[in-house]
């Protein structure tokens, strides 16, 4: 229980303290509640999407029976803690109270952290081509990687962790189960504008870890920290661009010779560019 605790009542180391009644875990485990089965896949195509009704009634355009399927692998993750794992004899109803803290009569959150969604296809810094950040931009001993400081608008740094997905028969998925590489194999990684801005919409910018990368730049910059530099980069941005000239858009700010002015602002606000 010790894992990942997030509210400790006894006021105990929150590592290796005794728990007590009123603790909280926040448990995210590969082999536990992780949900990473593909049939239903979780997120709809554009087929499904019509067919769902989700079209005009948005529900995230994701499958709520995947969510089900989830949920009731966490549900059972839990009881398998408390009944075989508990050396406390603390009762089931200390997880499921209806009180719960996350609002919910399951204990669960009410929405659960999906690690892998959507991802942009951004746009270059001059011009309309697609841009996506690619493992060379960010694995050491690499070559072709391109250096994003010139339009840098945050920094991050984490592994490569990337957790595969499956077929309930084990038929081939076709999807990178695993990549495990480790920080000192990642060079800080530099957040560019121009993964921020997504191609064909000019008054959008993405604040968390649908920005344009690859699959494998996205299990390291997908992470915690990651998310609120990127999330923090483009509240900035927002604000910057609400003192500049009416009408322009962040696909303008490089071509239009903005960047620096841009930098000073976010540097001057907190947000760190460089390692």
Known sequence: FNYR??????????????PVPGDLTLVNWNRGN?????????????ERLVASGQRHNWLGGLDVSALKDGENHALLFAE????????TGYPLS???AEDSLLGTRSGLSLYPYIREGRRILGRAAYGQAE??????DIRVGTSGGRDFSPTAVGVTHYAIDMH?????????????????????SVRPIVIPLEALIPQ????????????????????????????????????????????????????QIVPQGKMADLQR???????????
């Open 34 to 46: 992780d949900w990473g089965i593909m049939n239903p896949p979780l997120i709809l195509t554009e």
């Open 5 to 18: 605790r997030i509210v400790s009542k006894g006021r105990t180391d929150p590592f290796y303290g005794t």
């Open 94 to 96: 200390l997880v499921f």
């Open 164 to 184: 595969g997905c499956r077929y309930r028969n084990w038929e081939p998925s076709l999807s990178a189960s695993s990549a495990p590489v480790n920080e000192f």
């Open 80 to 87: 398998w803690l408390m009944e075989t794992q508990s050396r």
């Open 200 to 251: 064909k919409v000019d008054n959008l910018l993405i604040g968390g870890k649908g920005i344009a990368v690859s699959h494998i730049v996205n299990a390291a910059t997908r992470t915690h920290y990651g998310e609120w530099t990127i999330g923090s980069a483009a509240g900035l941005i927002v604000a910057w661009l609400h003192s500049q000239d009416p009408g322009l858009i962040p696909a």
């Open 131 to 136: 841009f996506q950040m690619l493992e060379q």
């Open 265 to 275: 602002y976010l540097v001057a606000h907190g947000q760190r560019l460089h390692w």
